[in-house]
């Protein structure tokens, strides 16, 4: 079967020349030949074997499938395995699997053709931490049977907080005392100890079983139950005692990072107005840290349209945060008037005040404001706690009168700036008033005069004939030079006669300041003879007539300027109003015109309070359990479950849709349940269950479902622009053609851009239908008659979602039977019963017993036996 096509050479073959030779195989029967070719060089002989083999098959596949370490979050995640076929003809392949873990393995068999490559995939489901390692077999056509081992370590997702000196797991952190109003900060770091990447958020238990907010754990139990009992609602925001920076963000794989957490207690107020004799105020807190992407919501349908909506917590860590809040108890004494004897200008009086500080946990740091004419020494200082401190308070009055001045004590401790939540800032966070109290009095002093020898000084009187010792130290004009020489003429020169009035009169001894600029719209008259003095203008210190023009029209400018945006800001304010008031809704009534207010009981108010607050946008806020409770409840978010988009249309929406959501963002929005159990359901029939959009945000989201799954083809719609606060709902169908469990899971997207999936679970069975009783006995009725029927009744039921179609039929045919089942055939609705009569009619030679069975279309059959009890 081996032919050779060859020319041998007459003549040797030269270097660098070749002879080509064929050798032709043509195989006639179905076996491997073999058999060889002598090649004669000279006196050499070279050996060459032949092989004759038949085309077949080399399948080779890998012997393990590692999936490694993953998170249990409810996720169906694919590896895939090729087989390879490196023979020349294709070859077959079946896979078959008995294992305990419920695996997911497309295709099961198939023909991998010459040369090539075929992928099988195989899926698990990460519902529940364990450690998979199980063995596929796969028969290879020429092969055998190989192994495969899967294997994967499905595990929790798991956050721990631990302290960042020591390294240990905390559970809980003292704050211990602080003052109300000031802030104390802790440290710890958030240790992600999972392989995968995880978005975190910061939740405050504001409302959990153990908390206590503003009590006074050294209280008697009495005065403890009657605070409550009077005081159930606190009119604070406890997001503002627990500062958590940051309170969201992602962390990696085994990654730490470094949390600060502040404590600034704050005062509670009462709400009857009890008098609260305990000073101290204890708090004890939960913060929960929490994964955003595995929470879930469970919905149980009730009757009607009505929804209860359960929010279940994913796997999370607590940590407990306890403090107390102290107010500042410092004393004066004296205090807190403190008066100060009279004293003279130039003198100075002084108070001794002790202050005490009564708290027996906190030292206390103040520091006096300056204060005009009062010196306080020392100014600032720290005083332990149960401890005293001397303070000396002078009044050193600069000017006569009566002070009397509010005296601002400032405490010093850290705490928070407004707008800067990174750093604490040593600052002020409470006062203390002072009184002082002081007088000074003037001094009565006698002036004594002398007669000036004729040299006049340039401060002097008017005739400069007696001159004032110690003028330094007198500030009044000395009664000899007051004369009102501006109401009389005696002196006055008969040309100034006639000048007008409103002139100011100039005193003859300021000749030496008179060379000085003066304002040139005024003019000054001498004091006897009303002549106009003159006045010198140095050029190089006053300004030009240019330059007084330029000077006004600079102050008008700006004047205007001024006017302008003043006009600018009315005008803005009255537009805004305008735009408030022109809508559909206001009919444009004005206030207190002829309407009445309504009239608000107690009852009111507290409902009032407790309504539904819009969460907060300041990002630096906690989440509280409080704050998010409300998101389901029907109250809060209005139910919108048709007419929504499908894609953003309008301008809003646009811009809300293409926003990237924060973790604290994804935390109020819920879409759920994230494992939706469709329980047995009948092949070839179709089941829904309600996907559950919760959206709790007061911008639009965006939510599309991407389902590639043949099962749940029929589910719609999978696109849909939530509003904000609001709730709705996409029906997802199920409807399968085979038998078996079903585990596979879709996705979702939010805003195009964050990632979330739903587990699907079901068990696809054929219809089945139960009786009531497996076996039945008639008995005859009291006052039968001969010859009589015995009747009684059997009842079927339908526990599946699909139709059963049914019959009745004897077990033994050939065997005469005395016993009927009416209705003989029929159907079953879904979840719905039917009841049977079944009876025997009685004669010589009619059987007492009897048996049915009820078959099932394409399904089960149930036997029942029935048994007629004669009595004679």
Not at 338 to 350: A, K, L, R
Not at 658 to 667: D, E, G, I, M, P
Not at 703 to 721: A, F, M, N, R
Request: a neutral charge; aromatic letters at 8%; one cysteine or more.
């Amino acid at each position: 079967q081996f032919k050779l096509i060859v020319e041998n050479p007459e003549k040797p073959v030269a270097p660098g020349l070749q002879i080509t030779a064929f050798v032709e195989y043509y195989p006639k029967s179905k076996e491997d030949l073999q058999d060889r070719l002598l090649l004669l060089i000279e006196d050499e002989i070279v050996n060459i074997p032949l092989f004759g083999l038949l085309p077949c098959c080399c399948l080779e596949i890998e012997s393990e499938i590692n999936f490694g370490t993953v998170i249990a979050n409810s996720k169906v995640i694919s590896k895939a395995i090729s087989i390879a076929n490196h023979g020349s003809s294709s070859g077959t392949f079946k896979v078959s699997y008995d294992g305990v873990v419920l695996l997911n393995i497309e295709p099961i068999r198939g023909v991998v053709e010459a040369k090539s490559r075929k992928t099988v995939t195989v899926d698990i489901c990460t519902d529940v931490p364990r450690i998979i390692k199980e063995v596929i077999k796969v028969d290879l056509e020429g092969h055998g049977c190989a192994e495969v081992w899967v294997k994967a370590v499905v595990v929790e997702q798991v956050l721990k907080v631990l302290g960042v000196s020591c390294g240990n797991i905390l559970e809980c952190i003292n704050f211990g005392p602080v003052y109300f109003g000031s802030s104390k900060t802790e440290q710890i770091s958030l240790y992600n100890e999972s392989p995968e990447c995880m978005d975190w958020v910061a939740v405050l238990e504001d409302n959990a079983i153990g908390g206590e907010m503003g009590t006074d754990l050294q209280r008697s139990t009495d005065a403890a139950l009657q605070d409550l009992s009077l005081n159930r609602k606190r009119d604070v925001d406890v997001s503002t005692l627990i500062l958590c920076i940051p309170n969201q963000g992602t962390l990696l794989p085994y990654e730490k990072s470094l949390i600060t957490l502040c404590f600034t207690p704050k005062k509670f107020r009462r709400v009857f107005g009890v008098h609260d004799s305990s000073p101290k105020q204890d708090y004890v807190l939960f913060l929960r840290f929490e994964d955003v992407v595995n929470r879930d919501v469970c919905l149980q349908a009730l009757s009607g349209d009505d929804t209860a909506i359960k929010v279940n917590h994913p796997h999370h860590v607590d940590l407990a945060l306890t403090g107390s809040g102290l107010p500042v108890m410092l004393t004066f004494n004296p205090g807190p008037v403190i008066n100060f004897s009279d004293c003279f200008m130039g003198e100075e009086t002084q108070v001794l005040c002790t202050l005490k500080n009564e708290s027996e946990s906190l030292p206390v740091t103040f520091s006096f404001r300056k204060t005009a004419h009062f010196n306080i020494s020392p100014e600032k200082g720290k005083i332990t706690k149960k401890s005293a401190k001397d303070v000396m308070f002078s009044f050193t009055p600069h000017q006569i009168g009566t002070f009397k001045v509010k005296q601002v004590v400032d405490i010093i401790g850290t705490a928070f700036e407004k707008n800067n939540f990174q750093a604490l800032k040593t600052k002020s966070f409470h006062q203390i008033y002072l009184s002082f109290n002081g007088v000074c009095k003037s001094k009565q002093k006698n002036i004594l005069f002398k007669i000036n020898p004729g040299i006049t000084p340039m401060i002097s009187n008017a005739t400069g004939q007696f001159v004032a010792h110690s003028t330094r130290q007198c500030t009044d004009t000395a009664p000899v030079a007051i004369l009102k020489s501006a109401q009389t003429q005696i002196h006055t020169h008969r040309i100034n006669r006639n000048c007008k009035g409103d002139v100011l009169t100039a005193f003859p001894n300021d000749r030496a300041a008179s060379i000085r600029p003066s304002e040139r719209n005024k003019k000054y008259r001498t004091i006897f003879t009303k002549t106009e003095r003159y006045n010198y203008i140095d050029p190089e210190f006053s300004y030009t007539d240019y330059e007084r023009l330029s000077k006004e029209a600079h102050k008008e400018y700006y004047a205007d300027f001024i006017s302008s945006l003043r006009q600018r800001r009315l005008l803005k304010d009255t537009t805004r109003q305008f735009c408030i008031y022109n809508n559909s809704v206001s009919i444009g009534l004005k206030p207190a015109e002829g309407l009445m207010s309504p009239k608000m009981s107690i009852t009111d108010i507290h409902q009032e309070k407790t309504q539904f607050k819009m969460l907060p946008l300041d990002e630096n806020c906690l989440l509280t359990s409080q704050k998010t409770s409300p998101i389901c409840s029907k109250s809060s978010i209005k139910d919108t479950w048709c007419g929504l988009n499908a894609v953003p249309s309008s301008a809003q929406e646009k811009e809300d849709c293409s926003q990237t959501l924060t973790s604290k963002q994804l935390h109020q929005i819920l879409i759920g349940p994230s494992t939706m159990d469709f329980g047995d359901v009948c092949v070839h029939s179709t089941t829904f269950r309600k996907l559950h959009i919760i959206n709790n945000l007061l911008v639009h989201i965006w939510v599309q479902i991407d389902i590639e799954i043949d099962e749940l083809q029929k589910s719609g719609p999978l696109s849909q622009v939530v509003p904000p606060l609001t709730k709705t709902h996409v029906p997802i169908a199920f409807e399968t053609r085979t038998l078996g469990i079903f585990k596979k899971s879709f996705t979702y997207t939010i805003n195009n851009q964050h990632l979330g999936h739903v587990l699907v679970i079901a068990k696809a069975v054929s219809v089945e239908l139960e009786l009531s009783a497996r076996e039945v006995i008639l008995n005859p009725n009291p006052g039968y008659l001969a010859e009589a029927e015995f009747r009684t009744t059997v009842r079927i039921y339908n526990p599946r979602n699909h139709p059963a179609e049914f019959s009745w039929k004897p077990a033994m045919k050939n065997r005469k039977t005395a016993f009927s089942v009416q209705p003989a055939k029929g159907f079953v609705e879904a979840y719905r019963d039917l009841e049977c009569e079944v009876v025997w009619h009685p004669g010589y030679s009619s059987p007492e017993a009897g048996e049915f069975n009820l078959c099932v279309r394409k399904g089960n059959t149930v036997t029942l036996k029935c048994f007629a009890k004669v009595r004679i």
